[in-house]
């Protein structure tokens, strides 16, 4: 069946510092790969997406990493800062003919030490 | 100038009632979706309309009845409700496919509680 994971349920880091997150994902036929930010009391926020060609991507202070051999994502937030404590969640799309589906992961709290 | 909201943002009712949540987009988009978040902060979707008609209805209980009378609303109905229906219930929105990866927008959620 389909299933996208996560390695790790919870990550602390130092304020500056660089945090990356990881996903492991076992459906092969997705078409993209996604990250969403989920805030407390908020619902999930899309931050980056990368297409299934490609292996990186970058946004501002986010980089997205896609190994395909592995069946590996992660995401990589530079210079880490106390507004990205947060649950993360990546996700795969699955683009049918007439509709698309989004599969999400169980979710990585990030907690930022000040 | 909320691009998703829904109503109520809390409900807490008994086991056996009916109670309905409802969903707005003020985005245009043409795709809306309902998902339920457990508390272990798992997303799973439930359903997703597209200009009105119903594309996704994943293993849900027919307890649950979404509801689009237009494209910029999606209400989702639940019937005789179940102490395993408390979760927090999020509305979403897209845009149609351009052949990327379409952004969702979701709304900040309706925490249901069954006692």
């Known amino acids: 069946g389909e299933s996208v994971g996560l390695h790790l349920p919870t990550l602390s880091v130092q304020e500056g510092d660089n945090s990356i997150i990881n996903c492991a994902y076992s459906n092969s036929a997705s078409d993209y790969f996604i990250w969403y930010k989920q805030e407390s009391g908020k619902g999930p926020q899309f931050i980056i997406d990368?297409?299934?060609?490609?292996d990186k991507r970058q946004g501002q202070r986010v980089t997205v990493l896609l190994n395909k051999t592995v069946k590996h994502l992660s995401l990589q937030i530079a210079a880490t800062q106390p507004g990205d404590s947060a649950v993360y969640f990546c996700a795969e799309n699955k683009m049918k003919t007439s509709y698309d589906k989004v599969i999400f992961g169980p979710g990585t709290s990030l907690s930022v030490i000040p | 100038d909320t691009a998703v909201s829904q109503t109520p943002k809390y409900l807490v009712t008994q086991m056996g009632n009916d109670k309905s949540i409802k969903c707005e987009q003020n985005?245009?988009?043409?795709?809306m979706y309902w998902y339920k978040q457990d508390s272990k902060k798992f997303l799973k979707i439930m359903f997703s309309y597209n200009n009105k008609e119903l594309i996704i209805n994943e293993t849900v209980p027919n307890r649950f009845s979404p509801k689009s009378p237009d494209k910029a609303h999606l209400n989702l109905h639940i019937n005789s409700l179940e102490l395993g229906d408390s979760a927090v219930y999020f509305c979403a929105s897209s845009p149609v496919r351009r052949g990327a990866a379409y952004e969702q927008y979701f709304g900040p959620g309706t925490r249901l509680t069954v006692t």
């Open positions: 990368i297409r299934s060609n490609m």
């Open positions: 985005l245009g988009h043409d795709t």
